[in-house]
């Protein structure tokens, strides 16, 4: 069965780190692009960064640049955000996302971890 | 950033009736369009990409329309299992952006 467990959220006052974890199992994530989603409680979806199969590529939505940082290791079949710099407005449900091979949809979805960022 | 925008936000209908859902695009995203299910306290289901191709499991009563910047999801008979938030993606550039989200509701 093809599975995406996160890991890693929690409560974390602003300016604060955390790394969120994402461990695939059911199918070899070398072999997929991947992405982080993020979905503040009762609101929509956000896409915030997204790894090439080998690492070699990485991209960030704006809000983020600078302090998030996605990375992966493909022997552990392992997904990372790093996340620096905490705002309020990081508050969210963070999903781990596999993309279609071939293309760019979201075709397989974690549980998500929830951060909070609060004092 | 493409600009996704679904209407309406909320759909009032009935249990054996036909709901269509609107998204737009800011931009042409060609074909690079897909809906999502997300019921509450669940992740998003990929239920269509391509803007009309059904995802592998989604019933036929589910089906996508549309390109460049005018998309539809149509969901005929409705089923009680179907009344759920849904969410259409643009996959053409990045950031791949989401629609805000129709909520179908039971009338």
């Known amino acids: 069965e093809v599975q995406l467990v996160e890991s890693g959220g929690g409560l974390v006052r602003p300016g604060g780190s955390l790394r969120l974890t994402c461990v695939a199992s059911?199918?070899?994530?070398?072999?997929?692009?991947m992405t982080w989603v993020r979905q503040v409680p009762g609101k929509g979806l956000e896409c915030v960064a997204n790894?090439?199969?080998?690492?070699?590529?990485?991209y960030y939505v704006d809000s983020v640049k600078g302090r998030f940082s996605i990375s992966r290791d493909n022997a552990e079949n392992s997904l990372y955000l790093q996340i620096n710099s905490l705002r309020a407005d990081d508050t969210a449900l963070y999903y781990c996302?596999?993309?279609?091979?071939?293309?760019?949809?979201?075709?397989?979805w974690g549980q998500g971890t929830l951060v909070t960022v609060s004092s | 950033e493409v600009v996704m925008t679904q209407s309406p936000a909320t759909l009032s209908v009935s249990p054996g009736e036909r709901a269509t859902l609107s998204c737009r695009a800011s931009?042409?995203?060609?074909?690079?369009l897909a809906w999502y299910q997300q019921k509450l306290g669940q992740a998003p289901r990929l239920l269509i990409y391509?803007?009309?191709t059904r995802a592998t499991g989604i019933p036929a009563r589910f089906s996508g329309s549309g390109s460049g910047t005018e998309f539809t999801l149509t969901i005929s008979s409705l089923q009680s299992e179907d009344f759920a938030l849904y969410y259409c993606?643009?996959?053409?550039?990045?950031?791949?952006?989401f629609g805000q989200g129709t909520k179908l509701e039971i009338k």
């Open positions: 391509g803007a009309s």
């Open positions: 996302a596999r993309d279609s091979p071939g293309d760019s949809y979201t075709d397989c």
């Open positions: 059911g199918f070899s994530l070398s072999n997929y692009w």
């Open positions: 790894i090439k199969q080998d690492g070699s590529q990485k």
């Open positions: 993606q643009q996959y053409y550039a990045w950031p791949r952006t």
């Open positions: 931009q042409s995203v060609r074909f690079k």
